[in-house]
């Protein structure tokens, strides 16, 4: 069964502070993604990266930069976390090429920044 | 840039009555259009999902999105709500021309009465 893990489901972080939120796909997938979630915006792409060590940028990507050393693992880095960041954060994958295949998402993590 | 709107942030239905969610797109080629659902909690899995070919598509849990290029819409229905359909419905728009990006639309919550 195909499976996106994120590694919190929660996390309260003080303003300042580096955080990392960390995405593992386990089907050998191309494509990752990192999404915020906010109520009455539906969700937003921050970054995606189609390969190892590739990224690209999403709608929102101030304020965030993204690592991909391994193929199953896409990191999310919020280099000095603000009250704005505080959000759910959704992270996703999926295969190939096209835009028409599915994307398989993770149960996100609700930020809190304090 | 394509963009995708839904007008009802909630609706309530009693248990048994039908369901439309309305989505509408604006992109400039024939969309890759989605519907996701978000039950509380999880994270978001696809309903059905469409590209060419019958504009009445079927997907899962008994639900049905019917395309409308005149219109640019691509609505929700369901003849039959169950109370486990209470969730967060997302339409998105996808577009090969920018990698394997998806567009969501802010979301409509359902809530069902008994």
């Known amino acids: 069964d195909v499976k996106v893990t994120q590694s919190s489901r929660y996390l309260v972080k003080r303003t300042g502070e580096k955080v990392f939120l960390e995405c593992v796909q386990d089907m050998d997938h191309e494509n990752m993604f990192w999404y915020r979630q906010d109520p009455g915006l539906g969700l937003r792409l921050i970054y995606f990266?189609?390969?190892?060590?590739?990224?690209e940028k999403g709608d929102i990507p101030e304020g965030y930069s993204v690592s991909r050393e391994k193929k199953e693992r896409f990191s999310l880095i919020l280099e000095s976390a603000s009250t704005n960041q505080t959000s759910m954060y959704l992270c996703?994958?999926?295969?190939?090429?096209?835009?028409?295949?599915?994307?398989?998402f993770g149960p996100g993590t609700r930020l809190t920044v304090l | 840039a394509q963009s995708v709107t839904q007008p009802d942030i909630h609706i309530t239905v009693s248990e048994g009555a039908s369901l439309e969610l309305r989505c509408n797109y604006s992109?400039?080629?024939?969309?890759?259009l989605f519907w996701y659902v978000q039950s509380p909690g999880q994270g978001l899995q696809l309903l059905l999902k469409?590209?060419?070919?019958?504009?009445l598509v079927q997907g899962i849990k008994g639900f049905e999105a019917e395309f409308k290029r005149s219109q640019s819409s691509f609505n929700l229905r369901k003849p039959s709500v169950h109370w486990s359909d209470a969730a967060e419905y997302f339409c998105a728009v996808g577009d090969n021309n920018a990698g394997n990006m998806l567009t969501f639309g802010g979301g409509t919550r359902l809530m069902v009465k008994p």
């Open positions: 990266s189609y390969d190892v060590k590739m990224k």
């Open positions: 992109y400039g080629a024939t969309p890759y």
């Open positions: 469409y590209f060419s070919g019958d504009t």
């Open positions: 996703a994958s999926s295969i190939g090429t096209s835009a028409y295949n599915e994307q398989f």
